[in-house]
């Protein structure tokens, strides 16, 4: 199976901050990386695909990036809003793999 | 709007089996695959499965053979996924989610909880 790797588990950081959550593949999987927002109680939500396709209705200070085996995850200025969990998942190959996830979290 | 509505909330006891439905509405059911996912604290998110609502062709992440099945019924648009011998490590959250290329997990159940507990 493909590991997906992520860090950091857990991210404190304050309103306005630039921050960036990785993933990192054990196998090549090109762009196959999607990342989700996981608010408690709620399903997850798309917010990128292809690894750096914005998905619909998500804010441009989302973004992610590819380099390598290396996946990123960054928000520009962080929101209240934004405080949540986010994982990444893998779909280039089965079974589908998802990181452990990152608990972003208001210093 | 596309729409997957869940089943509600199952307390089992170990050694039984429990069926969760996810009913799809909004666009044509046999178009999309649609994948089955856990999430427990420990484990994290886990994907179990897919099916072809067309074919009903399966494929199921190995850890998840003989635990679920994957079926739907066209006739109603609903998805069907079934637990056996259930054990309280498959106490979890259970979700569906649509599948179909960059569109793929667009769009999630709102999960079903099931409670494995004697």
């Known amino acids: 199976d493909i590991q997906m790797t992520q860090a950091p588990s857990s991210l404190p950081a304050s309103l306005g901050d630039r921050v960036t959550i990785t993933c990192r593949a054990s196998?090549?999987?090109?762009?196959?990386l999607r990342w989700f927002q996981q608010k408690p109680g709620k399903s997850p939500r798309l917010m990128i695909y292809?690894?750096?396709n914005l998905a619909a209705g998500v804010p441009s200070r989302f973004s992610g990036s590819r380099s390598g085996s290396d996946y990123s995850l960054t928000i520009s200025s962080l929101e209240s809003e934004d405080m949540a969990d986010y994982y990444c998942?893998?779909?280039?190959?089965?079974?589908?793999?998802f990181g452990s996830g990152t608990k972003l979290e208001i210093k | 709007q596309v729409q997957l509505q869940q089943s509600g909330a199952e307390l089992v006891k170990p050694g039984t089996s429990v069926k969760l439905s996810c009913k799809a509405s909004?666009?044509?059911?046999?178009?999309?695959?649609m994948n089955w996912i856990k999430q427990t604290t420990g484990q994290g998110l886990e994907w179990i499965g897919i099916?072809?609502?067309?074919?009903?062709?399966?494929s199921y992440n190995v850890k998840f053979k003989g635990k679920a099945t994957l079926t739907v019924d066209k006739s109603s648009s609903t998805a069907f996924m079934q637990l056996s011998s259930l054990t309280p490590e498959d106490s979890a959250v259970y979700y569906c989610?649509?599948?179909?290329?960059?569109?793929?997990?667009?769009?999630w159940g709102q999960g079903t909880l099931v409670t494995v507990s004697s």
């Open positions: 099916i072809n609502p067309g074919s009903g062709g399966t």
């Open positions: 989610a649509r599948g179909g290329g960059e569109q793929g997990f667009a769009y």
């Open positions: 292809g690894a750096t």
């Open positions: 196998q090549d999987i090109g762009n196959y």
């Open positions: 998942l893998q779909s280039k190959e089965s079974p589908l793999t």
């Open positions: 909004g666009y044509t059911f046999t178009s999309n695959h």
